[in-house]
């Protein structure tokens, strides 16, 4: 980026010129006197490599005030450390006034600068501003506090950046004269009077989290949620992440930007709730953590301008970029928008604005423009880097991209300033002073223009970073800014040289896009979203599951899984497996092989509703794959009927069937929603159809009516012999010939008319006790 005008305001009289320069050859004179002495220079600059200017490193802990005025004194405290070998001797830590820099290229290049050079450090402050430390030995440090007023330092009176240093000078054995041997350098941002018109500042202060809340939830009436764990409750406590942005939040003039879903797990932890450990849930136990943090930030929002991204913070680059090939996938930008606005007001009572939509790191194309206002968003906060501007000044931030559509465009350096690892107090101070600088220098640039400049940092700033925010911000005041909130800032009339053109997506950052979710997690999206579709059909609560799953489909595609695919793709197989197992609560209970006698009779199928609510709308259809053999509900092939069951019971459909010839049939019964859909698993079993005929009943009536005919002969002859036999006994006292000729003809007469041993007889009756046992494997059917 061009900065054209960074070097307008360079008016340093030729006399300061003069002096600084001849400080300048005055604190390099001993270096070039040693440089000179011929035989000793190759040891010379063999010394300056073993110690040299950065044997010592010098840390910068705290700099007071950040932004001095003209009767403030300024105090700088930190540490020297001897990282060399050898032992410094005669050592001072001394405050030196560099260059005035002229617009924000040149604040970059002195913050990149390492080394000592004495025409850019400048000379060293007053004797009587250092600090003398006569031995410091290899290894050891040393703390230190240097004090001078603020107009000792001859600083330009119309104000400005300037480059501070804090050097320490000494000697080591190799070369014995005085030299820098460490020095590190920060920003003055120097403003003795308020200049004319104040550049309006916009800070975005984000309360973003991960994913948190499982999609599971108790089967009681008040759906108890389920936790992945404990970590949030780590974030809301005194001192952790949450806590800290909303008690430093409170106290600054900033924009607050909210993804609603942390809101909605927050609310959820305020009553009772349910934490994952391994297979099994346990008590959740920080509702009272939760309930503080959440009446903290209600207070703190209270008359302040706060802003609704779509609930879970979609990903609108995946989206744009990979979601789109997936038919679906931009439906769900629309319905997380309008519930963000809604938990925003249930749960703080505030209204929110929902007309932002917020790229990774402000980087955009047009793809990701169309997808983030698909859903309704006007604003698109972008970032300078992105889309940037040839000019030499930074440009008001709204700038109109077409359609009706507003680019807020963040500046790139004030929102990173505070990346990096905010938890050492020299990184700390360090950043709050480049960025105080660079905001300073944005202000100078275009005196005569008030700007609207916005500050877009990273969406989950650690801590340590949100501290490091709030002293900068705390330190700017109004002393060169006036702040202004987001949706102001989007209403601010646009520069009218401003880049308005949107970049294509080629130019869209390859580091940011192998982050991307891949096409696979929105297919994955779209089959869960199919199945809950489904599974709403059939129930009579169907609120109780879209509210949890609708929201953990919009967490499937939140910004948060970025860097982190391995869990996003268990998320997403969790959420599926959990929906699977409650589609499958409404099964077809299996049925053995059954057997049909008869023309007619009705085959029975049972449906089992184990969910705590009951089900409708769901029709079971039975199937005959042989109608020929055996039809349905009057000569058809297929029949079904509604199905409609309270929970935690079942039913029994019966449907009518008619044999028209013996054998196996082949049936399946299958559940459907009512539009047509399959749902469930299919269940196959046989009906073994085994018909009895008017012929077959005539054949067993006739053997039926000869089996009574002999019984009733044999019945005859019975009676007959025992007559016979009685008058044989009353015949006992004739002579004993007539006794013989008796016998024989009774013998005789007994071998003809007896019946023949092996003749059937009337059988015994049967008193064997009914067996208990089952069956067997067939089942009859109810006739």
Not at 423 to 450: G, I, M, N, W, Y
């Amino acid at each position: 980026m061009a900065e054209a005008a960074d070097f307008q305001e360079m008016r340093t009289s030729p006399a300061r010129r003069w002096l600084r320069r001849s400080a300048s050859l005055l604190t390099g004179a001993p270096l070039v006197a040693g440089l000179l002495c011929g035989p000793a220079a190759p040891t010379a600059h063999a010394a300056e490599d073993a110690t040299g200017s950065r044997t010592v490193d010098v840390s910068l802990d705290t700099f007071t005030p950040a932004t001095p005025g003209e009767k403030d004194k300024i105090t700088i405290s930190g540490t020297v450390i001897n990282e060399g070998r050898q032992t410094i001797t005669d050592a001072h830590v001394d405050l030196r006034v560099g260059q005035k820099l002229f617009g924000r290229t040149a604040i970059d290049r002195a913050a990149e600068r390492t080394g000592y050079d004495p025409g850019l450090d400048g000379a060293e402050v007053d004797d009587k501003y250092s600090l003398e430390i006569p031995r410091l030995a290899s290894g050891i440090s040393h703390d230190f506090r240097l004090s001078v007023p603020a107009d000792e330092l001859d600083l330009d009176e119309e104000g400005g950046v300037y480059q501070l240093g804090v050097s320490l000078s000494g000697q080591t054995a190799n070369l014995p004269y005085d030299q820098v041997l460490g020095i590190e350098r920060t920003f003055l941002p120097w403003q003795p009077e308020a200049p004319e018109k104040k550049t309006r500042l916009t800070y975005l202060w984000p309360l973003i989290s991960s994913t948190h809340l499982t999609s599971e939830t108790g089967s009681d009436e008040q759906q108890t949620p389920v936790f992945e764990d404990e970590s949030l409750a780590a974030e809301l406590s005194t001192g952790g992440r949450l806590d800290q942005l909303v008690s430093l939040g409170k106290e600054l003039p900033v924009t607050w930007v909210i993804d609603p879903d942390l809101l909605a797990t927050v609310d959820a932890m305020t009553r009772n709730y349910q934490v994952k450990r391994g297979n099994t849930t346990v008590q959740g136990k920080n509702q009272a953590v939760a309930k503080r943090w959440l009446s903290d930030l209600q207070a703190a929002v209270r008359d302040r301008k706060v802003v609704a991204l779509p609930f879970a913070d979609p990903d609108l680059a995946s989206l744009a970029h990979r979601g789109k090939s997936v038919s679906g996938s931009l439906s769900h930008l629309q319905p997380a928008t309008e519930v963000a606005a809604t938990t925003v007001e249930t749960v703080l009572h505030v209204n929110a604005s929902t007309d932002f939509a917020w790229p990774v790191e402000g980087a955009i194309d047009s793809s990701i423009v169309d997808v983030a206002t698909s859903a309704g968003a006007h604003n698109v906060i972008a970032r300078s880097d992105s889309l940037q501007d040839n000019l030499g000044y930074t440009p008001t931030a709204a700038r109109p991209i077409g359609g009706g559509t507003t680019a807020v465009v963040a500046d790139s350096r004030l929102s990173k300033a505070f990346q990096g690892d905010m938890s050492r107090s020299d990184t700390s101070t360090l950043a709050v002073q480049e960025f105080l600088a660079q905001s300073l220098a944005v202000t100078h640039q275009a005196p005569d223009k008030q700007r609207s400049i916005v500050v877009a940092p990273q969406r989950v700033p650690t801590a340590a970073q949100a501290q490091s925010m709030a002293r900068a911000l705390h330190a700017l005041g109004q002393r060169w800014t006036q702040p202004l909130d987001l949706v102001a800032a989007a209403d601010s009339k646009p520069d009218a040289d401003a880049n308005t053109k949107v970049p294509g997506t080629s130019q869209y950052p390859g580091k940011l896009r192998k982050q991307e979710l891949p096409v696979e997690a929105f297919q994955d999206v779209r089959g869960t979203q199919e199945t809950l579709d489904m599974f709403e059909g059939i129930l009579t609560l169907a609120d109780r599951v879209n509210t949890p799953f609708g929201r953990a489909i919009d967490r499937e595609l939140s910004v948060s899984w970025r860097g982190n695919p391995v869990a996003a793709q268990h998320y997403r197989d969790e959420v599926r497996s959990y929906l699977r197992d409650l589609t499958e609560e409404v099964q077809l209970i299996e049925k053995s092989d059954v057997t049909l006698s008869g023309r007619s009779a009705t085959i029975p199928v049972t449906v089992q509703n184990e969910l705590v609510q009951g089900i409708d709308h769901l029709v079971l259809r039975l199937t005959s794959h042989n109608p020929t053999r055996l039809n349905l509900d009057g000569d058809k092939g297929v029949t079904e009927q509604q199905v409609r069951i309270d929970g935690g019971h079942s039913q029994t459909v019966k449907f009518p069937a008619s044999a028209n010839a013996n054998g196996q049939v082949q049936m399946t019964a299958q559940l459907y929603t009512q539009d047509g859909k399959l749902y469930g698993k299919a269940m196959n079993f046989t009906v073994k159809v085994s018909e009895i005929t008017p012929t077959v009943m005539l054949v067993i009536a006739g053997g039926v009516l000869l089996l009574v005919l002999a019984g009733i002969r044999m019945y005859t002859q019975r009676r007959r012999a025992a007559a016979r036999e009685a008058a044989g006994a009353e015949s006992e006292d004739v002579s004993t010939d007539d006794d013989t000729t008796s016998e024989e003809e009774e013998s005789t007469r007994g071998d003809i008319d007896s019946p023949d041993p092996g003749q059937a007889s009337d059988p015994g009756p049967d008193t064997r006790p009914e067996s208990g046992d089952p069956s067997g494997a067939g089942e009859k059917v109810d006739r």
